[in-house]
Nanobody, 124 residues
Framework: QVQLGESGGGLVQAGDSLRLSCTAS????????MGWFRQAPGKEREFVAA????????YYADSVKGRFTISRDNAKNTRYLQMNSLKAEDTAVYYC?????????????????WGQGTQVTVSS
Protein backbone atom coordinates (compact mmCIF):
# COMPACT_ATOMS: atom_id res chain seq x y z
CA GLN A 1 0.00 0.00 0.00
CA VAL A 2 1.01 3.59 -0.63
CA GLN A 3 -0.24 6.59 1.28
CA LEU A 4 -0.21 10.07 -0.22
CA GLY A 5 -0.42 13.35 1.63
CA GLU A 6 -0.92 16.68 -0.13
CA SER A 7 -0.45 20.22 1.04
CA GLY A 8 -0.04 23.71 -0.32
CA GLY A 9 -3.47 24.69 -1.58
CA GLY A 10 -5.08 28.01 -0.81
CA LEU A 11 -6.78 31.16 -2.04
CA VAL A 12 -4.77 33.37 -4.37
CA GLN A 13 -5.37 36.07 -6.95
CA ALA A 14 -5.04 35.62 -10.69
CA GLY A 15 -1.40 35.84 -11.72
CA ASP A 16 -0.11 34.55 -8.38
CA SER A 17 1.80 31.33 -7.75
CA LEU A 18 1.33 28.32 -5.50
CA ARG A 19 3.33 25.18 -4.89
CA LEU A 20 1.60 21.94 -4.05
CA SER A 21 3.44 19.11 -2.33
CA CYS A 22 2.69 15.39 -2.28
CA THR A 23 4.57 13.07 0.04
CA ALA A 24 4.39 9.33 -0.48
CA SER A 25 4.85 6.71 2.23
CA UNK A 26 4.56 2.94 2.39
CA UNK A 27 5.58 0.78 -0.57
CA UNK A 28 7.02 3.58 -2.68
CA UNK A 29 9.15 1.02 -4.53
CA UNK A 30 5.98 -0.06 -6.33
CA UNK A 31 5.34 3.39 -7.80
CA UNK A 32 6.10 3.99 -11.45
CA UNK A 33 4.41 7.34 -12.06
CA MET A 34 3.28 10.18 -9.84
CA GLY A 35 0.63 12.50 -11.17
CA TRP A 36 -1.49 15.51 -10.39
CA PHE A 37 -5.15 15.75 -11.33
CA ARG A 38 -7.79 18.34 -10.61
CA GLN A 39 -11.55 18.43 -10.37
CA ALA A 40 -13.69 21.53 -10.53
CA PRO A 41 -17.32 21.55 -9.34
CA GLY A 42 -19.58 19.82 -11.84
CA LYS A 43 -16.67 18.65 -13.97
CA GLU A 44 -14.80 15.40 -14.40
CA ARG A 45 -11.40 14.86 -12.90
CA GLU A 46 -8.77 15.96 -15.39
CA PHE A 47 -5.08 15.30 -15.84
CA VAL A 48 -2.67 18.10 -14.97
CA ALA A 49 0.88 16.73 -14.89
CA ALA A 50 2.86 13.56 -14.21
CA UNK A 51 6.40 12.32 -13.90
CA UNK A 52 7.94 8.92 -13.45
CA UNK A 53 9.17 8.08 -9.96
CA UNK A 54 12.74 7.77 -11.23
CA UNK A 55 12.65 10.99 -13.24
CA UNK A 56 12.55 11.44 -16.98
CA UNK A 57 10.44 13.73 -19.12
CA UNK A 58 7.31 15.06 -17.46
CA TYR A 59 3.85 15.09 -18.97
CA TYR A 60 1.60 18.17 -18.94
CA ALA A 61 -1.92 18.99 -19.96
CA ASP A 62 -2.02 21.59 -22.72
CA SER A 63 -3.93 23.94 -20.43
CA VAL A 64 -1.01 24.19 -17.98
CA LYS A 65 2.05 23.90 -20.23
CA GLY A 66 4.43 26.76 -19.66
CA ARG A 67 2.78 27.69 -16.35
CA PHE A 68 3.01 24.56 -14.19
CA THR A 69 6.10 22.51 -13.39
CA ILE A 70 6.20 19.09 -11.77
CA SER A 71 9.36 18.17 -9.90
CA ARG A 72 10.61 15.59 -7.42
CA ASP A 73 12.71 15.20 -4.31
CA ASN A 74 13.41 11.50 -3.93
CA ALA A 75 15.16 11.98 -0.61
CA LYS A 76 11.86 13.22 0.80
CA ASN A 77 9.60 10.96 -1.31
CA THR A 78 7.91 14.17 -2.35
CA ARG A 79 6.65 15.50 -5.66
CA TYR A 80 5.84 19.13 -6.22
CA LEU A 81 3.56 21.03 -8.55
CA GLN A 82 4.74 24.60 -9.01
CA MET A 83 1.85 26.63 -10.40
CA ASN A 84 2.62 30.05 -11.84
CA SER A 85 0.45 32.63 -13.58
CA LEU A 86 -2.64 31.12 -12.06
CA LYS A 87 -5.99 31.76 -13.70
CA ALA A 88 -9.54 31.61 -12.39
CA GLU A 89 -10.08 28.48 -14.47
CA ASP A 90 -7.38 26.71 -12.47
CA THR A 91 -9.72 26.71 -9.49
CA ALA A 92 -10.32 23.10 -8.44
CA VAL A 93 -9.51 20.44 -5.91
CA TYR A 94 -6.07 19.12 -6.80
CA TYR A 95 -5.27 15.47 -6.22
CA CYS A 96 -1.95 13.71 -6.07
CA UNK A 97 -1.91 10.14 -7.39
CA UNK A 98 0.48 7.24 -7.70
CA UNK A 99 0.48 4.60 -10.41
CA UNK A 100 2.16 1.20 -10.55
CA UNK A 101 1.62 1.10 -14.30
CA UNK A 102 4.09 1.97 -17.03
CA UNK A 103 1.20 3.14 -19.22
CA UNK A 104 1.19 6.77 -20.34
CA UNK A 105 0.11 8.48 -17.10
CA UNK A 106 -2.62 10.83 -18.28
CA UNK A 107 -5.69 8.75 -17.42
CA UNK A 108 -7.10 8.58 -13.89
CA UNK A 109 -7.89 4.90 -14.40
CA UNK A 110 -4.19 4.02 -14.52
CA UNK A 111 -3.62 5.27 -10.97
CA UNK A 112 -3.81 3.04 -7.94
CA UNK A 113 -3.52 5.45 -5.02
CA TRP A 114 -4.94 8.90 -4.43
CA GLY A 115 -4.44 11.65 -1.91
CA GLN A 116 -7.26 13.42 -0.13
CA GLY A 117 -7.07 16.51 -2.33
CA THR A 118 -6.24 20.12 -1.64
CA GLN A 119 -8.35 23.11 -2.66
CA VAL A 120 -6.90 25.75 -4.97
CA THR A 121 -9.03 28.83 -5.48
CA VAL A 122 -7.96 31.60 -7.85
CA SER A 123 -9.90 34.84 -7.69
CA SER A 124 -10.05 37.01 -10.79
Amino acid sequence: QVQLGESGGGLVQAGDSLRLSCTASGRTSSIYHMGWFRQAPGKEREFVAAISWSGGSPYYADSVKGRFTISRDNAKNTRYLQMNSLKAEDTAVYYCAASRSISIPTLPSTYDYWGQGTQVTVSS
